[in-house]
Structure formats: C-alpha cells, structure tokens
C-alpha cells in the first residue's frame, strides 16, 4: 500500500495563535507531502511498495538511509498532526495516563520539563518523545527523521523540532514553541489511544 498524505484533522486556521495557518500550509501541504512522493518513490525502488509505513521504517533503518529519512519523517508527521487539537495541552490527561505519568516520569511538572529539555538540546534537527519501552513509559529524542519504532519502542507522543516547525511562528526561540505545545496543543486523548496500542 503506497504512503498518503493524510489530511488534516482540523483546518488550517485551527492551532492560532500557537501554530499558524501559514506554518500548516508549509508543513502539511510542501514538506510532508515531499516525504510521501520521495517515500513512495524511493519503497518502490527497493521492492518494498506493499509494505506498511512501520514495516519501511524497521526494513530500511541503517540499510537504506534515504528510503529510511522518507519514510520515517511520513510516519511521525501521520501522529503528529493527531498529536495536536484546538484547545488541547495543559495538565488534564486522562486518568490511566496520568497514573503513568506519575509512576514512570515523576509526574506532569518534572514530564513537562524533561520533554521540553529533550526537544531544546536535540542539536539541529529532529524529535523529541514519550514512548513505551518494556511497559514503561520514557522520554527520548533523536536526529531528522529517526523516531523509537527502531529503538525497540512505541511512541505515544512525538514533537517535530525541525525548524520548518517553528520558525515562522517563534523564529529561533525553539523552548517558547516547545513550552506552547505541551500547554496549549497536545491532543491528550490521541496520546492514550497510542497508549493503549503500545
């Protein structure tokens, strides 16, 4: 099954002020749909067109550097539209995520800035996480595309620290675009329904 541009679960104008309708437009409309051409093209060329996105992104890490970039970046950005509402963020998770977070990042205080952290010193570009690993949840980051699906974990909740992310929105101010994510944009129902997959 070739990769799709999903559309978004909201319209252009839905994230402002936290994310403009200008930075979606480029985001959504020019970046990830070049991740899907050049992922489709590129799975094509390796024999791997019938394959789930998943399936691409474990097969080609560390093989297949520019069919791995394509494929995991069209991957995160899938969730990382669904990662995020109108209305969304702030510390009113739902309660089976709540316990998790208090059992496994020390609550909703010490999660938010260990998150932010992790997506401030990513050098360059790239994510910042919450996934399952082992049955417990953890805080990571990773360069470009690279994501926990190849780290032997499932991640429930992602932040794009490319600059195309941010930019328009909070230029170089990478912390004050991280801190309106977590209070203002987390789609906090879409993380358990990760959450409970994982």
Known sequence: ??????????????????MSKETLEY????????????????????????KSVEEVVKASFGKNAGLFNNAAQHYNHI???????????????PAKLQKAVDSDLGGYDKFKADFI??????????????????GKLE????????????HGASPILGV????HSYYIDY????????EAFVDSLINWDYVLEMYEKA
């Open 160 to 163: 794009d620290v490319w600059e």
């Open 139 to 150: 805080i990571s980051k990773t360069p470009n595309g690279e994501n926990p699906l190849v």
């Open 171 to 178: 230029r170089n101010a990478r912390p004050k675009y991280l």
């Open 1 to 18: 099954m070739a990769f799709e541009l999903p559309p978004l679960p909201y319209d252009y104008e839905a994230l402002q002020p936290f």
């Open 79 to 93: 969730h990382f539209w669904k990662w995020m509402k109108k209305g969304g963020g702030g510390n009113k998770l």
């Open 27 to 50: 985001h959504h409309d020019k970046h990830h749909k070049a991740y899907v051409d050049n992922g489709n093209k590129l799975a094509a060329e390796a024999g791997m067109e019938g």
């Open 117 to 134: 952290a992790a997506g401030t010193t990513q050098f360059g570009s790239g994510w910042a996480w919450v996934s399952v690993k082992d």
